[in-house]
């Protein structure tokens, strides 16, 4: 469920017409909803009703402050993956204690970062790494809390691009090393063991891998107990899947998937954390753009957008299907007809749908994506120097800009000339 609902034929971001956002701030832009992002974080919250828990959101998915802020102010920790979201959650107010570090390669500089900033745990996804980690927490007189992050060798039968659970992808330690792993963690300094680590893959339409994974953190846990190591938290990653399409997908509830959490792994007393992103932030966002011309092709129609790969590459990175809709929703029983929809980007892969029926639109015509809070934005880019997207939260009747169009001269000052030219 999400807040972006036609009223009186026209589009609402909960109390606030679409079409009155883009007369204000243009178009293309990202708006999300604060309703949504509280709704769904709560939904894992009440899924993990009854456990000591802490929903860390991966801010990969939408890291705009304001979004940090609103789901911090629920008690939300944070999920980073580099120093820059380590700073993007500090600067929003998230204490470090409700911060974890995850990814495969955190640098000496981010690793010091976080433990002088203070952090929850690291997330370890090498015996390197670890080593690492022990050298700088001793140099500083520290202890860092880690997790070690193990790979269970399951199939999360997502897209291959973002299935990060198999032993051929470059995620975490093979489960089957583990306790080799977690001895010599034991034997080192500035290390405290706390825990396990597992995330098999993003956008998860099943809970059978989630299964699979959990059962066999589960013996894990145990095996790693009797080895003597005090496991007491589980960080169970995040990647359930949203509704990309209205009709045919309806991948499990955050409910459903907290059912999972406590039957595998409930008996074992752990404090338990995830680390959902999608879920929390892709139906809490759309990418609202005009029509600028409509190209009649050979034996297509081409519906030509001023939002292009650049502000939303999912289509193009993943072959993504995100709904697009007339921002002033079409009569009932008009002719619908196929279009190409694509943007002004100079590639043919800046496609964002092939033969999608749509009703009539013409330009000056306003459309959006929907789904497109989570991995939207945050991947925007300014290829082709079209200027990065903005960002809008809407709260109730309110919406602020809280990231604004950069001008033309904001972008090429970024440059810098080097004195021999
Ligand atoms: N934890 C870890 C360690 C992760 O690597 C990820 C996502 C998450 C949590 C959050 O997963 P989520 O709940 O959002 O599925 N750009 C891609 C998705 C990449 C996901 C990367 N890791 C897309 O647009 O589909």
Redesign the pocket.
Known sequence: MDHFLYRDGELFAEDVAVADIAAQVGTPFYCYSTATLTRHFQLFNEALEGTDHLV?Y?M??ASNQAILKTLAALGAGM?V?SGGEYARAKAAGVPGDRIVF??VGKTAAEIRAALDGGIRQF?VESEPELRVISQIASAMGATAPVTI?VNPDVDAKT?A??A?GKSENK?GIPIAKARAVYAEAASLPGIEVIGI?V?I????TQLEPYEQAYQKVAELTEQLRADGHNIRRLDL?????IPYTRSNEAPPLPMDYGALVKRTLGHLGCELEI????????NAGILVSEVIYVKDGVGRTFLILDAAMNDL??PA??D?HHEIVPVKEAEPGVEMAPYDIVGPVCESGDTFAKGRVMPPLQAGDLVAFRSAG???A??SSEYNTRPLVPEVLVNGDQFAVIRARPSFDEIINRDTIPAWL
Not at 275 to 282: C, D, F, T
Request: proline share 2%; aromatic share 6%.
């Open positions: 860390c991966a990969k998915a999920d993956v995850s990814g997330n992050r897209h691009k973002i990060t995620f680590d995330h893959g993003s956008q998860l990653g995040g990647g359930l899947g680390e959902p992103g999608r879920l929390i932030a892709g590459i999912r990175m993943y993504a989570a991995y939207g945050v991947m």
